[in-house]
């Protein structure tokens, strides 16, 4: 979908188009690598299309600062000359947030990517917003420690991204969410300054905490170039067990089971139903699912710990129980390491397995427990109804509606995967999707972020008096409102 797609959208002409006086400028404090211009040999799609090739912006600017000063130096030009800036991180995030809609100047935070700090007494990292996940978490690992968020883009996603979107992902029943780990900031306001919390420190009652505003704040507020967090030591003893269960009712029940007598040790319990499966299988062609019967629910479950043999114990002992008490039809439980990634495959592969047949409408809400399914089988009944869905049937634009998710969150991942993006298949989809999810007092998104993909959809989770305050702060740190327009705010 591009700018055109939307005929209701028009690039505001408040913004500056790009000038050869620009480039100029940015050439003054920026070296020729870290400039990459249309036109110029270079081709920008990577910074332009999202990770789902959903949204296409037309920017024929990136910017790849290596320090805090030239991100600051970059958007107090950009203010003063009204040129707007999406600011970019893995570009993994899936509102279509992290792309240009018109001729944004894509400003990447890639080349800010040094770990500044670790202290190994308190668990505190200092990092640029540019490392990478998976960087920061095998740097961690050196020194026993964990990053306290893991999710499936971690080989390309960053912290700082991370904290833009407040990504949950895979470990947040653990660990929380990254308003409670992340201790400090560090951030370009937009008319320059950097603001700095860095240096924070586990509790200070001294006023506002300001960081939490940036914390899922998309970058609409502010360039976010350093952060501190607090680690957790790393577990020693990891156990997998994935589960199949005959209806939804079971997947509550074992739920409570597992939150009782795992306790501490319990770090993930993730949801999957039948289609998620099945797309995941077609992905996955030749790879053997853990079950051969067909099941309508599984459920993958991690423990945690420092004890391997008290850990396997206690999940010995759970999953007897589940099994006595008839709430599991069939069980698999994982030995070792290769075990435990084949297991976790069948819950990591789903977002790419459900984009790959040409692409997916992603629904990441939250719904109170017990009516969390009941929103895939509406959907799959209304696309059923329109004639619109078959899982077998190429001419229909619909494969399947599946759900997957985060349960112990409350979290639903309701994906659409379709053979190709049509209009019809949207108007099926939007807004029945979000009355639903009012109509339940839910979220519309519960980890996600709004983006584009939400922004004339805020209105179904915050309520008029919330969605002026958000307005409020945006105008007063951003009155040209020149970080990521467009967007939800
Ligand atoms: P981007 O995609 O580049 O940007 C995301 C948003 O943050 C944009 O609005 C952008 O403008 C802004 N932004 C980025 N960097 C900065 C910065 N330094 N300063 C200010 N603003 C910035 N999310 C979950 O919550 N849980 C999951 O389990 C999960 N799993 C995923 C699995 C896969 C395979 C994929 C592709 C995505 C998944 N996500 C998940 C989506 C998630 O939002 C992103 O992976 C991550 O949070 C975005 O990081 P990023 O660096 O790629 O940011
Ligand atoms: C996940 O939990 O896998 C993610 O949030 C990504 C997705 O839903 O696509
Ligand atoms: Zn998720």
Known sequence: LTADTYPTLVRDARYKKLGEEDIAFFRGILSEQEILQAGEGEDLALYNEDWMRKYRGQSKLVLRPKSTQQVAAIIRYCNEQRLAVVPQGGNTGLVGGSVPVFDEIVLSLAQLNKVRDFDPVSGILKCDAGVILENADSYLMERGYLFPLDLGAKGSCHVGGLVATNAGGLRLLRYGSLHGSVLGLEVVLPNGEVLNSMDALRKDNTGFDLKQLFIGSEGTIGVITGVSI?????????NVCFLALENYARVQEVFIKAKKELGEILSAFEFMDFNSQYIAGQHLKGVAHPFSEKYPFYVLIETAGSNKEHDDLKLEQFLEGAMEEGLVSDGALAQGETEVRNLWQWREMIPEASASEGGVYKYDVSLPLKDMHSLVDAVNERLTAQNLSDT???????VCALGYGHFGDGNLHLNVAVREYTKQVEAALEPFVYEFVASKHGSISAEHGLGFQKKNYISYSKSPQ????????KHHYDPNAILNPYKYV
């Open 230 to 238: 607090l680690c957790p030591p790393r577990p020693t003893a990891f």
């Open 392 to 398: 077998e049937d190429a001419s229909k634009p619909v």
């Open 466 to 473: 919330e969605i002026k305050m958000i307005k409020d702060i």
